[in-house]
């Protein structure tokens, strides 16, 4: 079962609303990343962050943002949306006191959709 | 740029069959990981088999193996003995040692046949 939970799983929302998508792990992980995935896509990393109040964009430009505040909370923040922000979103986590490059522990996904 | 090709976007195996599903990464560097990961449908990513790129020994897992070729750069996995539940996306993926940021290839589908 998941260790890291993502809120909501599915989110249809309207042009320029703004939207937050939770992210929290129970783990304990330092190391916590949002993805973007697209239908038959690859994984593109938006953003990610090594602790609290530690947060850095990813290799895909995105014009959301994200907050560190807690260790176990990583949420993710369009201030508004637009039908181009259509995509699956996934919450990873990783245990940065572990071997180097740990892998990932991935919570289920939000579907968004932005009409 | 680091890159991760997978060129099968679809695959389909009998069950109780063994199935090889390929990837190719491009690098510079020579301190690097590389994983495969499983995305059920409608379910979260999980890892199935990680490499550190320094041993030449092949991972294995149960059912789940490597083919780690490193001159060709290439992490091709192997999966024996089909099941059902192994019906996924499956991405080949790499970070490197200094970097720790996991780059993604595009999947591919497998189809597991009753």
């Known amino acids: 079962e998941a260790d890291i939970y993502q809120t909501p799983r599915y989110l249809v929302i309207g042009t320029g609303k703004k939207i937050t998508l939770e992210c929290s792990q129970t783990m304990g992980h330092d190391k916590m990343y949002w993805y973007q995935q697209d239908p038959g896509m690859e994984l593109h990393l938006i953003h990610y962050s090594y602790g609290v109040n530690s947060t850095e964009k990813g290799d895909l430009s995105s014009e959301s943002t994200v907050s560190r505040i807690r260790t176990e909370h990583f949420p993710l923040t369009l201030e508004s949306a637009r039908p181009s922000h259509t995509s699956q979103y996934l919450c990873?986590?990783?245990?940065?006191?572990?071997?180097?490059?740990?892998?990932?522990?991935f919570g289920n996904g939000t579907r968004l959709t932005v009409t | 740029a680091q890159t991760v090709t997978q060129s099968q976007p679809e695959m389909s195996v009998q069950e109780a069959e063994t199935v090889t599903l390929s990837c190719t990464y491009d690098t510079s560097e020579s301190d690097y990981y590389l994983f495969w990961y499983k995305q059920p449908p409608s379910r979260q990513m999980i890892l199935v088999i990680r490499q550190e790129a320094y041993k030449q020994q092949n991972a294995t897992e149960n059912r789940f193996s490597v083919n780690f070729q490193k001159a060709a750069k290439s992490f091709s996995l192997k999966i024996s003995d089909s099941q059902l539940g192994d019906a996924a996306m499956y991405f080949c993926a790499y970070s490197l040692r200094r970097d720790d940021k996991i780059i993604f290839g595009k999947g591919t589908r497998l189809h597991i046949l009753p």
């Open positions: 990873a986590s990783s245990d940065a006191g572990g071997r180097p490059n740990s892998p990932l522990h």
